[in-house]
Nanobody
Framework: VQLQASGGGLVQARGSLRLSCAASGSTLSISLFAWYRQAPGKQRELVAAIGSGGSTNYADSVKGRFTISRDNAKNTVYLQMNRLKPEDTAVYYC?????????WGQGTQVTVSS
């Protein structure tokens, strides 16, 4: 399984970005996808997750601003980020567990200027 994240960039506060995570390889058995982020000097934290049935979970800090979705036909997971804040600045990683293995994308930088 390979995860390819894209869509990061520099945006002003209150702006929007959409991240994409394209999965390839043996993806049929993957039921859960998630986005994590890691800011400088901080631990990696869960941002949002989505199950195979579409159930979602969000960190409190992004509820109401971020939306995670998936397109199973395209093996792609999205993170729509609205009303961005400077504290959302981080490297964002897509993640998928499969059995005893864990797969991470390469990370995409999101920088929000004030």
């Amino acid at each position: 399984v390979q995860l390819q994240a894209s869509g990061g960039g520099l945006v002003q506060a209150r702006g929007s970005l959409r991240l994409s995570c394209a999965a390839s390889g043996s993806t049929l058995s993957i039921s859960l996808f998630a986005w994590y982020r890691q800011a400088p000097g901080k631990q990696r934290e869960l941002v949002a997750a989505i199950g195979s049935g579409g159930s979602t979970n969000y960190a409190d800090s992004v509820k109401g601003r971020f939306t995670i979705s998936r397109d199973n036909a395209k093996n792609t997971v999205y993170l729509q980020m609205n009303r961005l804040k400077p504290e959302d600045t981080a490297v964002y990683y897509c993640y998928a567990p499969l059995g005893l293995s864990e797969y991470w994308g390469q990370g995409t930088q999101v920088t929000v200027s004030s």
